[in-house]
């Protein structure tokens, strides 16, 4: 449900994580008499970090957050620059990058 993406963004505000808000979150305010615009829900999350002492990415931070520009030369690449496990060959077993 969209009522609940104000709660998950406030909980990975409060454990460190990254978080976001667009245009798709049809979001009603906490009174559910309207619904709220991309500006008044960017301005929420924002005062929202704010009382959580958590600063706001700049444009340029959030283009290296996000990885916005950078290209690679092979699928394995992209997959090993962002943590992920190389693909598989044929019938080959996955396996754990970390420790569950």
């Known amino acids: 449900s969209v009522l609940n993406v104000l709660p998950v963004n406030m909980m990975g505000i409060a454990m460190g994580l990254h978080v976001r808000c667009g245009t798709e979150d049809n979001l009603w305010n906490q009174r559910r008499t309207a619904k709220m615009g991309t500006v008044a829900q960017i301005e929420q999350l924002v005062r929202i970090a704010g009382e959580f002492g958590r ?30 496990a190389p693909n598989r060959n044929g019938a080959q077993q996955g396996f754990l990058r970390k420790a569950a």
């Open 55 to 84: 600063p706001i990415a700049t444009a340029q931070q959030a283009r290296e957050i996000c990885r916005i520009g950078q290209f690679y030369g092979t699928v394995d690449e992209t997959l090993a620059a962002n943590g992920f």
